[in-house]
C-alpha cells in the first residue's frame, strides 16, 4: 500500500526547491514528474493519483514555479534547472527512475538524458517543448530595465488563468475553480515575476537536433492532435530526431494532457514499460 506524501524543501544549487514524494515500499521504481512553463506539481494531480499505486513518484516544483524558491542569485537556465533536479534526486538517493515531462518539463528532461544519460531508464515526454530559441536581443536588453517586471506581471494579468487554460485545454468543459485556484496560486506574489524576467534572460533555448541525435535513453512522445501550443508536426520532428523513440497521437486532445488524458497517459506508460520488460527478458 502507498504511503502518505512527503512533502517539502531542499536546497540544492543555492534555491529551495519543493517537491511531493509518494513512497512505495512494494517497489524502488521511481516516476519523477517535471512540469511546463507557468504550471507545477499541481498540473500532475490526476496522474500522480494513478502512477502511486505501483510506483515510487517524485513530482519537483522546478524553479521558479510553484513553491520552489525565486533567488537572485540562481541561474534559471534550462542546464541549470536540470542540474538543479539531478542534485535533489541524488540528495533524496532514488533508483530505477523513470521521467515524465510535460511542455518545458519535458525540454528539462532531454537536457538530464544528455548530462546523466544513466540516471534514467525511460523517459516520457508530454507535447514536449521543442526547437523553441532563445529569446531576442531587444528582450532580454528590456529584461534589464527597473520594473520590468511590472510589465510581466501585467501580461500575465492581460492573459488570465482561464484564457491561458482555455487555449491549453481541446476540452473547455474540463474548465473549473479548482484547476483556475490551483494555477493562479502561485502568480499572487510579486517575486514570481522576477524571476521571470531573470528567466528571460537565462533560459538559452531548446536543445538542437544535433544534441538530440545523441540521446540514446528510450523515449515515449505523447501528443494532442489539437496542441496550439506545441503544434504535432513538433512532436513528429521530435521523433525523428530522437533515435529510439516512439509517438502516440490522443485525438481530440489540446497541450495541456495531465489534465486532459490522465487514464489514457497511465494506459501508454504501462504498455510501454511491459513491452520494454518483454524486450529486456
Not at 142 to 170: C, D, I
Not at 223 to 238: C, Q
Request: charged letters at 20%; aromatic letters at 12%; a neutral charge.
Amino acid at each position: 500500500m502507498t504511503q502518505n506524501v512527503i512533502s517539502g524543501y531542499k536546497s540544492v544549487c543555492d534555491i529551495n526547491v519543493y517537491y511531493e514524494f509518494y513512497p512505495n515500499p512494494s517497489t524502488e521504481k521511481t516516476f519523477v514528474l517535471l512540469h511546463g512553463f507557468l504550471s507545477s506539481t499541481f498540473t500532475y494531480r490526476h496522474l500522480i493519483s494513478l502512477l502511486k499505486t505501483e510506483y515510487q513518484v517524485l513530482s519537483v516544483d522546478l524553479p521558479p514555479f510553484g513553491k520552489s524558491g525565486k533567488c537572485s542569485r540562481y541561474v534559471y537556465s534550462y542546464k541549470n534547472i536540470a542540474q538543479t533536479v539531478i542534485k535533489l534526486i541524488e540528495s533524496l538517493g532514488l533508483k530505477e527512475m523513470f521521467f515524465i515531462g510535460h511542455s518545458m518539463g519535458g525540454q528539462i528532461v532531454l537536457n538530464i538524458l544528455h548530462m546523466m544519460p544513466e540516471m534514467a531508464e525511460k523517459a516520457i515526454l508530454l507535447c514536449s517543448s521543442s526547437y523553441l530559441r532563445r529569446s531576442k536581443l531587444p528582450l532580454i536588453v528590456s529584461s534589464y530595465m527597473p520594473y520590468f517586471h511590472v510589465f510581466v506581471k501585467y501580461w500575465f494579468a492581460r492573459t488570465g488563468v482561464k484564457k491561458n487554460l482555455q487555449e491549453t485545454l481541446y476540452d473547455h468543459s474540463l474548465i473549473n475553480e479548482e484547476m483556475i485556484n490551483g494555477y493562479l496560486q502561485p502568480f499572487l506574489e510579486d517575486e514570481i515575476f522576477i524571476a521571470l524576467t531573470r528567466m528571460i534572460r537565462h533560459r538559452e533555448g531548446d536543445l538542437p537536433s544535433s544534441i538530440l541525435n545523441q540521446i540514446k535513453t528510450p523515449c515515449l512522445l505523447i501528443w494532442g492532435d489539437h496542441d496550439r501550443s506545441m503544434p504535432l508536426e513538433v512532436g513528429e520532428k521530435l521523433n525523428k530526431d530522437l533515435l529510439n523513440s516512439e509517438l502516440v497521437v490522443l485525438k481530440e486532445t489540446g497541450h495541456a494532457l495531465p489534465e486532459e488524458r490522465p487514464h489514457e497517459i497511465y494506459k501508454y506508460i504501462k504498455n510501454f514499460l511491459n513491452k520494454y520488460q518483454t524486450a529486456v527478458n
